[in-house]
């Protein structure tokens, strides 16, 4: 497969950075908007996807991908344990202890630790939903060798 | 009281979980060590949680104060049984992950087996620290879905099968559960298990037979976890195809902390005992205690003879548990309770040692032979000898031959059978113990002596594999030791009388 017509190729790649733009807001303004971690995290994969599903999946490199896909998911997970923990040790409160400055509400930088935990979560989402959809892909791909 | 150190037994095999794959990136080497040293220091962490103090602990990571007095938000709370299955999770996946070190070398993908190895590790840690039903249900689904994924770990077509059997089964059983958990929020407004048992005790409101209507959902769910009787189709399978540390996980531990765990927990402290209940217990004892072992005389594939076997000993937990709440429910003497508990608890851990054993030995012959099939084995006393030795102490323990530590155990069940007037539970005990000894006796004749095959070529097990087996030899022996009470009172006695004084449970674990 050598993916689709040059229309679907150009309009996937327009379409596809704007996508991570907007991943990227909902996850920045999860504390103050609707949305967060897990939607923005979605539509970052989903701008990897397109991308894929026009070009064909020749594109890129499979393999490698999923690979550094899978170190962002462990790296993300990690961080957030490591920050919960950071909690622990700030206070007693594991995980829920909001101890950076909290701000004012409503700006984009307030509400202490959640932006940060938005912002890995974000990565860990895109990054598991992506390995799954390589994983998919190269399944697919042994099979029908 | 504040307990920090609660929140370790979660955290720390998540950071590992998730650190090893990066640390593969790193060495391929230093990756299989990551697990033994976290179960390791949980191991010593939790001996440390025992032996400290019999007060029950809690710890809660939000930080949350009560909301018109019903608690909210997670609770992990550390009392005598918590500790007590803490004890066995810990010290079992230790022994499992030193053995899976060389062990697991016959594998590809390695860094998956280590990762879900420690989220197994987490999910079964969370599930006995939980302190409402609503983190029991998440933890246990953590340690459901990595055990789906590790019986799938050899990817052949056998295991694929049970896996997915496993999980139709599990999540059956899972949305049982939820379902039964939900009528009990509808009930009670409430998720905390402490305030789930004083809002029943104390509440004026007749909930009829909506109450019991949840508590047989609940026992389905955890019937199918437990794998008793009716509900066991998948656990020969799922146990009998997934590497061999994993099995000895699965049937040591994993069917203990989901079913055994949550059926003391949620029947005899959150509900009050009553008699239809603690009958239905016995019952699904008795008939898991008898068709297991019959089921295992005529096994041929060595694994799957001891996850028969895993059946038939869990029935005998779940005998002298149903005993125990009948006794409770109809007002008998503390004694003959305390008596029925101790015996089941104290099963209940040798089960997790010398089943751990046995699957670990088991695993070594496989590595030296490269089957499991008994009728392809023989002759293999003379290549492996401390093989033989440690799977011939496990094998004498569960038959129930003194002075190994299965003994006294399912001879505290079946005294306390006889005080209770149930003969016959008591003779069936007996039976299933002789037909357990044979079917050992077949494993060892077949297996160790006779004539070797000359078709197959012997590897001896590596070290570590060796002193896995060893140690849980060594501790099958020294289990005999809480017969002593002394020794009993520091590991057996508060758990036990965390069930026993069952009203306490709300009235302690509300405002310790």
């Known amino acids: 497969m050598k993916g689709m017509s040059v229309i679907v190729k150009k309009t996937a790649q327009l379409l596809s950075a704007m996508i991570f733009v907007f991943g990227m807001y909902i996850i920045t303004h999860g504390h103050v908007l609707p949305g967060g971690g897990f939607s923005g995290g979605v539509l970052l994969a989903s701008s990897f996807i397109v991308l894929i599903l026009a070009q064909g999946k020749e594109y890129i490199k499979l393999k490698k991908q999923r690979e550094a896909t899978s170190v962002f998911e462990s790296l993300s997970a990690l961080l957030i344990l490591l920050l919960g923990i950071s909690g622990l040790f700030a206070g007693s409160l594991f995980l829920f202890n909001n101890y950076l400055p909290k701000g004012q509400p409503g700006e984009l930088l307030s509400a202490g630790n959640i932006p940060i935990y938005s912002i890995l979560i974000g990565i860990k989402v895109a990054a598991t939903l992506f390995t799954i959809f390589l994983a998919l892909t190269i399944y697919k791909e042994e099979v029908s060798k | ?512």
């Open chain 2, 1 to 512: 009281m504040d307990d920090r150190t609660l929140i370790l037994f979660i955290v720390l095999p998540f950071l590992a979980a998730f650190s090893i794959p990066l640390i593969n990136l790193v060495s391929e080497k230093a990756k299989t060590f990551v697990v033994a040293i976290v179960s390791l220091v949980l191991m010593v962490l939790s001996v440390q949680l025992v032996v400290r103090s019999p007060e029950s602990t809690l710890y809660i990571p939000g930080g949350w104060y009560p909301v018109e007095n019903i608690p909210i938000g997670i609770h992990l709370l550390s009392d005598g049984l918590s500790r007590f299955m803490l004890l066995i999770v810990n010290t079992l996946a230790f022994f499992c992950a030193v053995f899976a070190i060389d062990y697991m070398k016959q594998y590809t993908g390695q860094k998956y087996f280590y990762t879900l190895f420690c989220l197994q590790l987490a999910g079964l840690n969370g599930v006995v620290l939980a302190g409402d039903m609503f983190n029991l249900f998440v933890f246990m689904e953590v340690a459901a879905k990595s055990s789906y994924a590790l019986v799938a770990f050899g990817v052949k077509r056998t295991e694929i099968e049970a896996s997915f059997k496993y999980q139709v089964m599990g999540g059956l059983a899972s949305l049982f559960m939820l379902f039964g958990i939900t009528m009990l929020y509808w009930m009670t407004s409430t998720l905390n298990m402490a305030d789930i048992s004083l809002v029943l005790r104390t509440s004026e409101i007749d909930h009829g037979n909506t109450i019991r209507f949840a508590q047989l959902f609940l026992l389905a769910g955890i019937s199918i976890k437990a794998a008793m009787i009716p509900f066991h189709a998948w656990l020969p399978d799922a146990h009998s195809s997934a590497p061999s540390p994993i099995s000895a996980m699965l049937s040591g531990v994993v069917i203990k902390a989901l079913g055994i765990y949550v059926i003391l927990r949620l029947f005899i402290n959150v509900f009050e005992p009553d008699v239809f209940i603690s009958q239905v217990f016995a019952v699904l004892g008795g008939i898991s205690m008898s068709a297991g072992v019959i089921l295992a005389l005529g096994a041929w594939d060595l694994k799957r003879l001891l996850a028969y076997h895993s059946i038939s000993q869990m029935g005998y937990v779940l005998l002298g548990v149903g005993i125990a709440m009948g006794v409770m429910a109809s007002g008998g003497s503390p004694e003959s309770v305390a008596l029925t508990l101790t015996g089941a608890l104290f099963h209940m851990i040798n089960h997790a040692v010398f089943k751990g054993l046995l699957f670990l030995s088991a695993g070594s012959v496989e590595y030296a032979t490269g089957t499991v099939n008994l009728k392809r084995m023989g002759g293999l006393a003379r290549a492996l000898p401390l093989t033989m030795a440690a799977s011939f102490v496990a094998s004498m323990a569960i038959a129930g031959i003194p002075p190994f530590n299965g003994f006294f155990s399912k001879f505290a069940i079946i005294i306390a059978a006889v005080q209770g007037g149930y003969y016959f539970r008591a003779t069936l005990g007996i039976v299933v113990g002789v037909l357990t000894l044979a079917s050992f006796l077949k494993f060892q004749r077949y297996a160790f002596f006779g004539r070797p095959d000359p078709g197959i070529s012997i590897k001896e097990a590596p070290l570590l594999m060796k002193f896995s087996m060893v140690s849980l030899a060594l501790l099958c022996l020294a289990m005999s030791l809480f017969i002593f009470p002394d020794i009993r009172a520091i590991f057996l006695d508060p758990a036990v009388r965390t069930l026993l004084e069952s009203t306490d449970y709300a009235i302690k674990n509300l405002h310790p």
